[in-house]
């Protein structure tokens, strides 16, 4: 059985290298975004992509990434609703590039960048001039060098920043004047691959574009800390 309430919407969020779902790539990113009517809150919710659970329909355990591998963003819901029993809505899948396009439409994203964090971008990237601070502006493709930090601190600081970027595009979209909001909405919606029609995205967009100027924003991640081993299976 699971979780559900007609109070909440979740829609899982994919992050992929790769939207055609093909045998090469894995999910890079796996946040749920829970539109809470009953508190008022947008819940955002990041699934570690080690973390080793079963694999419905497959008979085996895997890293979680490795559902999408096996079968995209269908398979990514199955294994999340199978192993964590809440039920799932809707999808939103997007690749690097989607991500980029989707970030500059709305004229990128200003997040805080530790000067660590910056000094990795500078020394790892192309992005030479990356400033620290508080309130730093992002283009597209500097928020998706920001969100795919790997080797600086851990998996855990990685979802972290993930869901700040995450959380500048809601607030972006909270101070937007609603036509502004649903004329990106209409820009941005080419760029999805969804199991939502053009028509439920707009009406999910009109009733979600009021409710987010009165909504918090909460984030988590699972497993939530002191709930997990790290431990080494077949290898991986």
């Not at 660590?116 to 992005?127: M, P, S, V």
């Not at 930090?149 to 851990?154: A, G, T």
């Not at 939502?196 to 707009?202: L, P």
Request: hydrophobic share 40%; charged share 25%; with cysteine.
């Amino acid at each position: 059985d699971l979780s559900s309430s007609k109070q909440v919407t979740n829609v899982l969020f994919i992050g992929t290298d790769d939207a055609t779902g093909n045998s090469t790539s894995r999910s890079d990113s796996m946040m749920l975004i829970s539109i809470d009517k009953k508190h008022k809150k947008i819940k955002l919710t990041s699934f570690l992509r080690d973390s080793w659970v079963e694999i419905p329909s497959k008979g085996k355990k895997a890293k979680l990434n490795a559902a999408y591998a096996y079968g995209g963003a269908q398979l990514t819901v199955d294994t999340l609703e199978y192993n964590f029993l809440i039920d799932i809505d809707h999808y939103v899948l997007v690749d690097f590039e989607m991500f980029t396009q989707i970030i500059d439409a709305v004229g990128g994203v200003e997040v805080e960048v530790t000067e660590k964090e910056a000094k990795f971008i500078r020394n790892t990237t192309r992005f030479k001039e990356m400033e620290s601070g508080e309130s730093v502006r992002l283009s597209g493709a500097e928020a998706l060098v920001y969100c795919r930090i790997r080797k600086l601190d851990s998996d855990y600081m990685r979802t972290f920043r993930q869901r700040k970027v995450i959380t500048a595009l809601i607030n972006k979209a909270k101070d937007s004047e609603l036509t502004s909001l649903f004329e990106t909405v209409q820009e941005i919606f080419p760029l999805l691959k969804t199991d939502m029609s053009a028509a439920e995205i707009t009406g999910f967009a009109y009733k979600a574009g009021f409710a987010l100027l009165a909504y918090d924003i909460v984030q988590t991640q699972a497993p939530i800390d002191e709930h997990f081993k790290a431990t080494t299976i077949s290898g991986q």
